[in-house]
């Protein structure tokens, strides 16, 4: 069983920069892969950045260039650096990881990851 723990979340202008953290309760070694999820509301759940702990990293085509995701694995901790961020990044942010199993259905889909986080509020201004 991992649980993760989100924080970082927060409100902030367009062009604004904000990171989040996202605290795990095994080593980050024993993690096939983590990322970052995000739902907006009456939007779908999208991915948004995933890591492969042996390598390998995945980012939406909306978030390029903006967002950076990393890990620290000496902390058992995933990061979400996002710059420049747009109103339209407003959203719940969740915290995603994956072991052994379920079924694989790419980095950036949701059913691909069996443990998530509460979430953290994300809101950007115009």
């Known amino acids: 069983q991992v649980q993760l723990v989100e924080s970082g979340g927060g409100s902030v202008q367009a062009g604004g920069s904000l990171r989040l953290s996202c605290a795990a309760s095994?080593?980050?070694?024993?993690?096939?892969?983590m990322g970052w999820f995000r739902q907006a509301p009456g939007k779908e759940r999208e991915g948004v950045a995933t890591?492969?702990?042996?390598?390998?990293?995945d980012y939406a085509n909306s978030v390029k260039g903006r967002f950076t995701i990393s890990q620290d694995n000496a902390k058992n901790t995933l990061y979400l650096q996002m710059n420049s961020l747009k109103p339209e990044d407003t959203a719940m942010y969740y915290c995603?990881?994956?072991?052994?199993?379920?079924?694989?259905?790419?980095?950036?889909?949701?059913?691909?990851?069996?443990?998530w986080g509460q979430g953290t509020q994300v809101t950007v201004s115009s």
């Open positions: 995603v990881a994956r072991s052994a199993g379920p079924s694989w259905y790419g980095a950036l889909n949701q059913r691909s990851y069996r443990y």
């Open positions: 095994v080593s980050t070694f024993s993690i096939d892969y």
């Open positions: 890591i492969r702990t042996r390598g390998g990293i």
